[in-house]
């Protein structure tokens, strides 16, 4: 088997700025994370877009699934008055 | 509509993940989809990420002989792009659950579909400039589309590309428009660019949607949301002013602007043309093959030197 087969994907995440938040920008692969990093800024940096990046390998990854989404998520369904705009505040006041 | 409907019944499940396309969601890899979407995205994607791949060959043909040192520097980053569309679209067909390794062999073995304009050769510089205008400006009409195609995935990585082919349209753009400015000798070396390139051009769009045998299905599930003709239309109807900008005269006789449709009208395509080259017997497929295979094997130590260093630094 050629050694290319070999290599596991990583998943590349992005800082467009200092101060933002990582953003995922997709994978590559790569023998480890090393190189990885230096595949991930020829991939997807060749044009500034970050100033720093991660690679996770992607098996790290633990997802929640889609399928249980509903009963997952469902703790916060019913609770608006999380929201501010759950709230009336008295007519005419511009700001609260 | 939940797309995820907990059912069994492979019919509900298709029915809830057409409906939800229909509202205009967007699917993720572990979404479920019936198992004709996912083969067809894969088809779709892999022969896309191949076109960018096999892509860098008509134009590596002239890195060593660009111009000017300026050229030759835009020309090796609008390569390295290519190679890098390649990696984020292989990245993107990963999720739909097939190894890059198995799509690269397919791609070497000749197994695979890549887009037809690749099969024509470079023969002179003004041909990089048609690349560059025709060929990326058709790929940016279509690319422009699928970055708002049902697959999250694949459309994320069309939005990366549309940004980068302006750059591959303009640098292509302004080669012609140079030489259309210089000597008889330039402008006749262009106009001859654009008389061999305008025809594969079009047929980048692949077959009238009559004889398309994938579209309905695509269009259905909103991977595709024009026919092959529209977006054929809207590349004619934008490329012709800009032909006629520099001076260069469109190879066709028929081409006429028709004020009803407010569209150009134009010639018979020749699809006879078209599928010989897709089934392998245009002018360069072999040697598009082989060079790619060449490429391959000749990187076969950089890809042993970064297993074996890996490997190194886990045993120190």
Redesign the interface.
């Known amino acids: 088997m050629?050694?290319?087969?070999?290599?596991p994907?990583w998943e590349v995440f992005t800082q467009k700025k200092q101060g933002a938040a990582h953003e995922h920008a997709?994978?590559?692969?790569?023998?480890?994370g090393?190189?990885a990093l230096l595949n991930a800024r020829?991939?997807y940096g060749?044009?500034q877009e970050g100033v720093n990046i991660w690679v996770v390998p992607s098996n790290a990854i633990i997802?929640s699934?889609?399928?249980d989404?509903?009963s997952f998520f469902d703790p916060a369904n019913d609770k608006m008055y999380r929201s501010p705009n759950f709230f009336k505040t008295a007519d005419g006041l511009k700001q609260i | 509509m939940?797309?995820?409907v907990?059912t069994d019944d492979v019919s509900e499940k298709e029915n809830a993940f057409n409906d939800s396309i229909q509202a205009g969601k967007v699917i993720?890899p572990?979404?479920?989809m019936p198992e004709k979407y996912r083969k067809q995205l894969l088809r779709m994607m892999s022969q896309h990420a191949h076109s960018e791949v096999v892509g860098m060959l008509p134009e590596g043909n002239w890195i060593t002989r660009a111009p000017s040192l300026a050229r030759k520097a835009i020309l090796i980053?609008k390569v390295?792009?290519e190679a890098?569309h390649g990696?984020?679209i292989y990245?993107?067909a990963?999720t739909l659950g097939m190894?890059?390794?198995e799509m690269i062999d397919q791609l070497l073995a000749g197994k695979a579909k890549y887009s037809s304009i690749f099969n024509y050769p470079t023969i002179s510089w003004a041909d990089i400039g048609a690349i560059g205008w025709l060929v990326d400006g058709a790929a940016i009409v279509n690319q422009t589309v699928l970055a708002k195609c049902s697959y999250g995935?694949y459309s994320?990585?069309m939005l990366r590309i549309c940004?980068?082919e302006n750059f591959h349209n303009k640098q292509g753009y302004q080669i012609l428009a140079y030489l259309m400015r210089g000597t008889q000798e330039q402008k006749a070396m262009a106009q001859d660019a654009m008389n061999r390139w305008w025809w594969p051009a079009l047929m980048m769009f692949g077959p009238s949607d009559k004889e398309s045998p994938n579209s309905a299905d695509l269009l259905k599930w909103k991977v595709k949301l024009f026919t092959n003709d529209d977006l054929r239309q809207r590349f004619i109807d934008r490329t012709v002013e800009q032909a006629q900008a520099i001076g260069l005269k469109i190879p066709d006789d028929k081409l006429k602007w028709n004020e009803e449709t407010r569209h150009y009208d134009f010639g018979e395509i020749n699809w006879d043309e078209f599928f010989q080259v897709i089934n392998g017997n245009g002018p360069c497929n072999k040697l598009r093959l082989k060079q790619r295979n060449d490429a391959h094997t000749n990187g076969?130590w950089v890809?042993?030197a970064?297993?074996a260093?890996?490997?190194k630094?886990?045993t120190n």
């Open positions: 050629d050694s290319n087969h070999q290599w994907t997709g994978s590559v692969h790569a023998p480890d090393e190189i020829d991939v060749r044009r997802a699934s889609p399928e989404a509903g | 939940d797309i995820n907990k993720e572990k979404d479920w980053a390295q792009d890098g990696l984020y990245s993107a990963e190894d890059r390794s995935p994320r990585a940004r980068e076969q890809r042993d970064a297993k260093y890996a490997e630094k886990k």
